[in-house]
């Protein structure tokens, strides 16, 4: 479904400032994989999301999505197929847009020119019955503007509108990291149906070690630029932190040996 090989970033190569965000990274998911990406600050995480986004175009490497490849494929281009929510609740919504023209921009977006732009009943009605499914009575506020909502409120639409277009990759860097714990766990739980009902090939960083446990089939532990350890399905049910913790510091030691 996805595949990314050789993928390379490099920021103010050949100076003392270089960084390798991303350095041969090598990924591959199937489709309906809802895969969990972890590591430390400056892994590469947002960087990897970005490059299959198409919003940091890469030095090198390929990236193909259900067998097409994208790699010179701009991020508006890219857009029709893949949906992304961020961390910051402000960022995905329009802020003096009513929820119904938020939707409604969701809906066109990456849309041909001609299609039916309005706000039309079918419509309304329609964004009113995905939104019911959040249990936040943002159904009743069709009319309201975005800026008023809270940010779990908002980060809650943000991922509403992101897969009511039933995208092919759903991707979702730290996106309840903002908010606080109840809400948070709304906007998982919501991830979680939204991810299943649809069967959506997703990939969501995060740095909250308990969520890459519950949630997903797989993780892959990111670290300077590239994939340090994947944990498939089977090895993942039954799976502790400390585990994961453990298999993190094991490779990399082991790297550093090599490396010495
Ligand atoms: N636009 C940019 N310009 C310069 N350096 C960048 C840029 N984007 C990323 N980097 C560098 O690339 C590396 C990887 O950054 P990235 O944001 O992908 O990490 P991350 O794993 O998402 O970290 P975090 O957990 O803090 O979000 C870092 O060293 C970062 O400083
Ligand atoms: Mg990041």
Same mark, same amino acid.
């Not at 600050?41 to 097409?68: C, Y």
């Not at 009113?128 to 639409?157: F, H, I, P, T, Y």
């Not at 509403?160 to 714990?181: F, G, I, Y």
């Not at 766990?185 to 969520?211: G, I, S, W």
């Given at each position: 479904?996805?595949?990314?090989?050789?993928?390379?970033k490099?920021?103010?190569?050949?100076?003392?400032?270089?960084?390798?965000?991303?350095?041969?990274?090598?990924?591959?998911?199937?489709?309906?994989?809802?895969?969990?990406?972890?590591?430390?600050?400056?892994?590469?995480?947002?960087?990897?999301?970005?490059?299959?986004?198409?919003?940091?175009?890469?030095?090198?490497?390929?990236?193909?999505?259900?067998?097409?490849?994208?790699?010179?494929?701009?991020?508006?281009?890219?857009?029709?197929?893949?949906?992304?929510?961020?961390?910051?609740?402000?960022?995905?919504?329009?802020?003096?847009?009513?929820?119904?023209?938020?939707?409604?921009?969701?809906?066109?977006?990456?849309? #041909? *020119?001609?299609?039916?732009?309005?706000?039309?009943?079918?419509? +309304?009605?329609?964004?009113?019955? =995905? !939104?019911?499914? @959040?249990?936040?009575?943002?159904?009743?506020?069709?009319?309201?503007?975005?800026?008023?909502?809270s940010?779990?409120?908002?980060?809650s639409?943000?991922?509403?509108?992101?897969?009511?277009?039933?995208?092919?990759?759903?991707?979702?860097?730290?996106?309840?990291?903002?908010?606080? #714990? *109840?809400?948070?766990?709304?906007?998982?739980?919501?991830?979680? +149906?939204?991810?299943?009902?649809? =069967? !959506?090939?997703? @990939?969501?960083?995060?740095?909250?070690?308990?969520?890459?446990?519950r949630?997903?089939?797989?993780?892959?532990?990111?670290?300077?630029?590239?994939v340090?350890?994947?944990?498939?399905?089977?090895?993942?049910?039954?799976?502790?932190?400390?585990?994961?913790?453990?298999?993190?510091?094991?490779?990399?030691?082991?790297?550093?040996?090599?490396?010495?």
């Amino acid at each position: 479904m996805l595949s990314v090989t050789g993928g390379t970033k490099i920021f103010y190569g050949g100076t003392l400032d270089e960084r390798r965000a991303l350095d041969g990274l090598d990924v591959s998911l199937k489709p309906g994989d809802f895969c969990i990406v972890i590591g430390s600050n400056g892994a590469g995480k947002s960087s990897f999301l970005n490059a299959v986004s198409g919003k940091l175009p890469l030095d090198s490497g390929r990236i193909t999505i259900d067998g097409q490849d994208v790699t010179r494929l701009n991020a508006h281009r890219r857009a029709q197929f893949i949906a992304r929510v961020f961390q910051d609740p402000m960022i995905g919504t329009a802020p003096t847009m009513t929820i119904g023209e938020n939707m409604l921009l969701a809906e066109l977006r990456g849309k #041909p *020119r001609g299609f039916s732009y309005g706000l039309s009943a079918a419509r +309304r009605q329609k964004y009113s019955q =995905q !939104l019911a499914e @959040l249990n936040l009575g943002l159904e009743k506020r069709l009319d309201m503007q975005v800026g008023l909502l809270s940010g779990g409120q908002r980060q809650s639409l943000s991922l509403v509108m992101a897969v009511s277009t039933r995208p092919k990759l759903l991707l979702l860097d730290e996106h309840t990291a903002a908010l606080d #714990p *109840r809400t948070a766990k709304l906007v998982m739980d919501t991830t979680v +149906r939204a991810v299943e009902a649809l =069967q !959506l090939t997703t @990939l969501m960083v995060t740095h909250n070690m308990e969520h890459a446990i519950r949630y997903g089939n797989r993780i892959i532990m990111m670290d300077a630029g590239k994939v340090l350890v994947e944990i498939g399905q089977e090895e993942k049910n039954g799976i502790t932190v400390a585990d994961l913790i453990e298999r993190f510091h094991t490779k990399s030691d082991a790297i550093a040996l090599q490396g010495a």
